[in-house]
């Protein structure tokens, strides 16, 4: 179940402002079958990032043996990712954590609510709730050109996207068109933007994925924690990599500091 | 095969390699990964007295070859890792070594006499040194007069070797280290992390909710190996290095330095199976170097 | 496009950027690489009463992203340079820094008293902190009366206005830029090496002749920024910010720490052009983080 | 002259007991004209390993802008370096430093003496010298399985191998069989090597080319000095990076600490 595995980049190519889709080939791929689950990846050569970095599931093909992840160009890590070439080898250290709950879930209206690269695991989640429910997806967007995965997710479902500036699609925020009259929501994305979502939806039932900066990745090192909402909680605490990174909405504070 | 064999007051190892605490959590996430029965000993996370949160995240961040951690001491207190921690460890026949933080004298006697107590601790490590707790951290890291008072202190109730962990961030920490042996510490561990800080270029202030956090991992090696050759030219006290080890060849040098045993810290980060992997290395890399054992690599540093 | 300039006592620079001390020379090298007229300004190597010869070799040893030196400060003694490299500085329109060392207060008065006339010479750093001499390099740099009395000697004499570089070898930085900001330092310049070693593993001893040298590099940066940073909460005095430093996005990071300016070492060993890179590419970080100029960039971080 | 240019490996393959060949395709092979100087590559990407390492010139062949470097594996630098692959790129400073004086060289009888990863930059010199001197190679290596280029001194003049184990040609060290009847020397190899010829070939005119740790590089950093035999030298001390790496073997102390 702990599992760690050099696997091969089939492709690796941009998809949207900033923005790259990868393709990793390995036996790894046949342990990643939960949607919200992440990869812990490492950068470079030797000991000079002595952290790994977190990237979700954005989609697996069991039978090729192959896992997608979409990624945005921040610091040093996800550079280093966007210059990898087909044929380089990528450390990786996973599945890691608790996906998004799909078992036992079917014939209900669900939405799907996304944020910039908070975008691709919804996409993995969508693929196997779109089986035997109703998805619709509202994602988010800074500007057009950070769209991406649009289409795949209209294969799904009713898709609304939205930019901050209007360029394309709605202009506004995610939380502009949700409606209240769903079954159940999952969203990843911005803390801003969970939180916003969380309070428009306070009547749904919802899952929210959760970001934080890792230490270990396997719940080692309390790098991770975000707090409970209820005060009478055992540990008062959970792990974002190891108990989440996806929680019930109503489990976790999502606006501290 | 070179002999790996250590032995330290409270601690018979089968080799000098034991994870270094606050990165180990207490065993259980990477006994998924291996049999921790390989390792020398466990070092497990600080205890305190009451729980703890511990600081607001972001909690860690990286630096060229190091990263900073503010954690913040955060642990369940010593009674609920005395309940429902030690008992799993008992499982493994490995020398466990509990790591005591407070903000007080009182505070720090009481878990030592709690813990120390246990029959799976062999060992005390005295956290006087961890930087990120305001409430006191830093006095008993950084004045050898107040280490040497809780060291007194602590020594009087514990029924297993105490060992002082010494802060690096001090003038002189050669003074550090005789002021707690002088106070009866049994042996010592260093180094501690290194205060550093980073800064979030976009929202512009510390990326480290806390500000301030320790510097651990390679980039640190080169002070850690100063100070442990320090304290070994005017020491006879066993010493557990520690700082920034990634590889057999960086044991071997924290043992010319004058180190008796070592801890691996921020490397089990990047690498889960590194503690098993450098145990496994090290015999043929003490044999390239000319050693039979680790205690004959650990003298030729004299 | 973002402007650059920035003012300090004695110093009007077009750019924050300057080479470090002890890693530029006397600028003859690196004028056969570029135009020296486009840095900020630039520091020259440590100048002694008489000339040294400095430590055996070896003398440097490279560690996870950083190096150790020890140089010992080499060089050919206050007299020859002012006779026979700063002539070849005048030749440019850049401010010159000459960085003052010694084992005395008299040898650090005299040679200040010598250079700080010279018409090229735009400001005095004081170097307090060169952990490599033995016969008071250390006393200096660690002790904050004695680096007090020292600033106060020099600026006596000093035709110019004196920055004292600091050690970060110390328990308690702010407690260090207190006492010589009272001592009447005109600015701080920060950091300079932390003592480190590093072993042969063939050889079984210090790779460095002199045993311990001073870490530089990448490694050091987040120790440079937590103190600086701790520092500027503390006093208003202009700090030059250096350690580590290898991109316009660290110069960036330094500003909001706190530092005026900042200076480049290490990075021109591994690439040559390095200072006139980051000048070039400042504009535009600086502006991708919002800023129209230095002064802004800076004033963010208080 | 004080170029810095990325070079494109072109072949990259063991020639003896962790010795490699390098060959570097690049314009700046065209300023190699002179044996004895050395280029100074850097390691890895960014700063992780922020000294550049020192590798003298092996070979040059000016039409095809190719410039061969031999080097033993021995720490993190050149383990990176053997890794390299044909088709990347290595970011070379140079060439650095002062080599071995050629010029006005003719009808000589001419000692070439290196030992082990000293060997290499006295190829490009006796290729120079063999067109109008008469050659003779002493090379010294540890073992057999260490011997390189035997062949290709031969084609330059006489030459004798050594090892110090008597696993192939000569049991025993260089000096073993240097004669003073001589006209000129060059030696290159370690320290210890470098003293005991100087000292057996005391009347006889010679030239050392000296190791030693560097920062810079480039005669800025003070840290491979060496000093001179000349009590009243001016300065008392030689850069081996700029003023050498290589010395009149009279010129500068070869035994000091
Ligand atoms: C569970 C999880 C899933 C994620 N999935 C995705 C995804 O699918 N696509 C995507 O583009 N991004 C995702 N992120 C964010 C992604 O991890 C960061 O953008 C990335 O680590 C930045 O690395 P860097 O080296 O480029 O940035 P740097 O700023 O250079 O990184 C420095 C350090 O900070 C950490 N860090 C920086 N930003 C973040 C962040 N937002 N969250 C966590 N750690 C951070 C890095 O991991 C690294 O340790 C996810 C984060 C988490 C926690
Ligand atoms: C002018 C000159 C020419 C050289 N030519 C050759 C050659 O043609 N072939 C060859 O195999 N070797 C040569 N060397 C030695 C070569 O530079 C070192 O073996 C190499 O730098 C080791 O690097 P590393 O990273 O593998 O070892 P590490 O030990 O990991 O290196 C760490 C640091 O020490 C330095 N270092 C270690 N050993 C030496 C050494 N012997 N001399 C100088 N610096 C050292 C490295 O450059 C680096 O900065 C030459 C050295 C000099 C000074
Ligand atoms: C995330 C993290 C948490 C740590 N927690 C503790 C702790 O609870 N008690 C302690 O004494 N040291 C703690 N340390 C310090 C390490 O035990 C070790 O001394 C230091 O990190 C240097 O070793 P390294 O470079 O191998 O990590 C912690 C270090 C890290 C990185
Ligand atoms: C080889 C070398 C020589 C140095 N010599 C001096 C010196 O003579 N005087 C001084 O004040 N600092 C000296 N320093 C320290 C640097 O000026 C600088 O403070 C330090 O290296 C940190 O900056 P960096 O990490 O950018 O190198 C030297 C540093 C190096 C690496
Ligand atoms: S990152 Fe270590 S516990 Fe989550
Ligand atoms: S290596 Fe810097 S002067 Fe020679």
Request: charged fraction near 20%; include cysteine; hydrophobic fraction near 40%.
């Amino acid at each position: 179940m702990m599992k760690e595995q050099w696997m091969e980049v089939l492709n690796n190519r941009p998809i949207a402002l900033d923005t790259y889709e990868m393709t990793l080939h390995g036996k790894l791929a046949s342990s990643m079958t939960q949607p919200g689950q992440f990869l812990h990846l490492k950068i470079g050569d030797g000991f000079r990032h002595v952290l790994r970095r977190p990237l979700s599931i954005a989609d697996v093909d069991q039978e090729d043996q192959t896992v997608k992840i979409i990624y945005k160009v921040i610091g040093e890590g996800t550079k280093w990712l966007s210059q990898a070439k087909p044929g380089n080898q990528i450390h990786v250290l996973g599945p890691r954590g608790h996906g998004f709950p799909v078992e036992n879930v079917a014939d209900q209206h669900i939405y799907l609510i996304g944020g910039g690269v908070g975008v691709p695991p919804l996409y993995y989640l969508g693929k196997q709730l779109a089986e035997n429910n109703r998805v619709t997806a509202v994602l988010g967007f800074q500007t057009k050109d950070a769209v991406f995965y649009e289409e795949k997710f209209q294969e799904l479902g009713e898709t609304m996207i939205l930019t901050d500036d209007g360029s394309y699609g709605k202009r506004g925020l995610v939380t502009d068109v949700l409606e209240s009259k769903m079954d159940l929501y999952y969203s990843c994305g911005p803390l801003g933007m969970l939180h916003a979502v969380t309070r428009k939806l306070n009547d749904v039932k919802g899952y929210v994925s959760l970001e934080e900066r890792m230490g270990c990745g396997i719940g080692a090192c309390f790098a991770c924690v975000c707090k409970t909402t209820d005060p009478n909680d055992e540990r008062g605490y959970r792990k974002i990599c190891k108990d989440g990174p996806v929680f019930p909405a109503k489990e976790v504070v999502l606006w501290q500091i | 095969m070179a002999d790996l064999n250590v032995s330290l007051p409270g601690l018979n190892l089968k080799n000098p390699i034991m994870p270094a605490s606050g990165c180990f959590g207490f065993g259980r996430e990477f006994s998924e990964f291996y049999d921790l029965n390989q390792l020398g000993a466990i070092v497990i996370k600080a205890a305190t007295g009451e729980a703890r949160y511990g600081n607001p995240t972001p909690r860690v961040a990286e630096t060229p070859s190091g990263m900073l951690n503010a954690i913040g001491l955060q642990n369940p207190g010593v009674d609920q890792i005395i309940e429902k921690e030690l008992p799993f460890l008992e499982s493994f026949d490995v020398p466990i070594v509990a790591n005591v933080a407070g903000s007080t004298v009182e505070e720090y006697v009481e878990v030592t006499e709690k813990i120390s107590r246990h029959p799976v601790i062999q060992a005390i490590e005295l956290n006087i040194s961890c930087p990120n707790v305001k409430e006191g951290g830093i006095q008993f890291g950084t004045d050898p007069k107040t280490a040497a008072h809780l060291t007194e202190k602590v020594k009087e109730v514990s029924e297993k070797p105490v060992y002082v962990k010494l802060s690096p961030n001090v003038t002189d920490i050669v003074e550090m280290a005789k002021a707690v042996a002088d106070a009866g510490a049994d042996g010592l561990s260093m180094i501690n992390t290194l205060t550093g800080m980073r800064f979030d270029l976009h929202k512009k202030r510390p990326i480290i909710a806390n500000e301030t956090g320790g510097l651990s991992g390679p980039a640190i090696k080169p002070i850690a190996l100063r100070m442990i050759y320090q304290v070994r030219q005017a020491l006879d006290l066993p010493i557990i290095g520690m700082g920034g080890i990634t590889s057999a060849e960086d044991v071997v040098e924290f043992l010319l330095a004058g180190a008796d045993a070592v801890a691996i810290g921020t490397a089990n980060f990047l690498d889960p199976y590194i503690c098993p992997n450098v145990i496994e290395s090290l015999p043929n890399t003490l044999e390239k170097y000319g050693f039979s054992s680790v205690q004959e690599c650990r003298l030729k540093g004299e």
